[in-house]
């Protein structure tokens, strides 16, 4: 399961964000830095997982925006 913290971190808050996860609750994680030790960690994660990293300079889009009510109406459905 992807539940060790990677000892070769480089994205600033992976550890509080793992924190989080070790829980197993499907999560979205909105940040203008996320690095490839997050991607590959959340690769190997059991729970439902959204990446979203907007430009620092422009911020969220419509297309953010769409992408984060489509992973939470796929939550819902999910309970159902």
Same mark, same amino acid.
């Given at each position: 399961?992807?539940?060790?913290? =990677?000892?070769?971190?480089? /994205? ?8 989080? *996860?070790?829980?197993?609750? @499907? %999560?979205?994680? &909105?940040? =203008? &830095? &996320? #690095?490839?030790?997050?991607? *590959?960690?959340?690769? $190997?994660? =059991?729970?439902? /997982?959204?990446? &979203?990293? @907007?430009?620092?300079?422009? #911020?969220?889009? =419509? $297309? ?6 489509? %992973? *939470?109406?796929?939550?819902? $459905?999910?309970?159902?």
């Amino acid at each position: 399961s992807g539940h060790s913290l =990677d000892p070769g971190l480089t /994205t600033l808050k992976y550890p509080y964000l793992y924190q989080w *996860a070790k829980h197993g609750e @499907p %999560f979205a994680w &909105i940040d =203008d &830095i &996320i #690095g490839d030790d997050v991607r *590959a960690w959340v690769e $190997n994660l =059991d729970q439902p /997982t959204l990446l &979203i990293e @907007p430009d620092h300079h422009i #911020g969220m889009t =419509d $297309n953010h925006y769409e992408e984060l009510l489509s %992973f *939470a109406k796929r939550l819902e $459905n999910d309970k159902e």
